[in-house]
């Protein structure tokens, strides 16, 4: 079974502090995603990659970045938290070639106060 | 833009009721159509994966059906139980790149 590994299921940080949110997936798979969900706004794209070190802004990069440094792993930074950032993010994954089935990561809910 | 409706936003039916979750999206040039489920405060899991040249998928008490030139999909439940009770979640790929546009979900709860 495809596995996707987020590391915090719960994280409380400052406004300000940088925060690193971490996904792993032991498929060996190429694509690797981060959103954000929102009551009332559904899943939104923050960012993708294809494959290591190769990123692509999704709909809402806006006071995000990542990356990725080695396959399995695809990092989600909040250089300065803010507040609008307090969301349940998720990690999935799928393999690359023919638009595959997406496997999500159980999720990390972060609060910003 | 490609957007995603599902109807209704939720739903409640007694347990062994068959029901049916619908999705509908305004653009059919799709790649595949995948269905998920969420549990509270939980990820998302995926419950059948539809590529754009196929009419149905199914799996055990689900079956899903897509009709790309009308932009719709329907997730078909049998003989619902209490343990359904989730938000369902359809989302469409539009391309081989893997980016998915998620509607808002359909919340049930089947009542024992």
């Known amino acids: 079974d495809v596995k996707v590994t987020q590391s915090s299921r719960y994280l409380v940080k400052r406004t300000g502090e940088k925060v690193f949110l971490e996904c792993v997936q032991d498929m060996d798979h190429e694509n690797m995603f981060w959103y954000r969900q929102d009551p009332g706004l559904g899943l939104r794209l923050i960012y993708f990659?294809?494959?290591?070190?190769?990123?692509e802004k999704g709909d809402i990069p806006e006071g995000y970045s990542v990356s990725r440094e080695k396959k399995e792993r695809f990092s989600l930074i909040l250089e300065s938290a803010s507040t609008n950032q307090t969301s349940m993010y998720l990690c999935?994954?799928?393999?690359?070639?023919?638009?595959?089935?997406?496997?999500f990561g159980p999720g990390t809910r972060l609060t910003v106060t | 833009k490609q957007e995603v409706t599902q109807i209704p936003a939720a739903l409640s039916v007694p347990e062994g009721e068959n029901l049916v979750l619908n999705c509908s999206f305004t653009d059919s040039a799709i790649y595949n159509l995948q269905w998920f489920r969420q549990d509270p405060g939980k990820g998302l899991t995926s419950l059948l994966l539809?590529?754009?040249?196929?009419r149905e998928q199914t799996s055990g008490r689900l079956n899903a059906s897509l009709d790309k030139s009308s932009g719709r999909s329907t997730l078909y439940i049998a003989a619902s139980q209490p343990g359904d009770s989730a938000t369902y979640l359809c989302?469409?790929?539009?391309?081989?790149?893997?980016?998915?546009?998620f509607g808002q979900g359909t919340t049930l709860q089947v009542k024992p």
């Open positions: 989302a469409v790929n539009l391309s081989n790149t893997g980016k998915l546009i």
């Open positions: 990659s294809y494959d290591v070190k190769m990123k």
């Open positions: 999935a994954s799928s393999p690359q070639l023919g638009a595959r089935e997406q496997y």
């Open positions: 539809i590529q754009s040249s196929q």
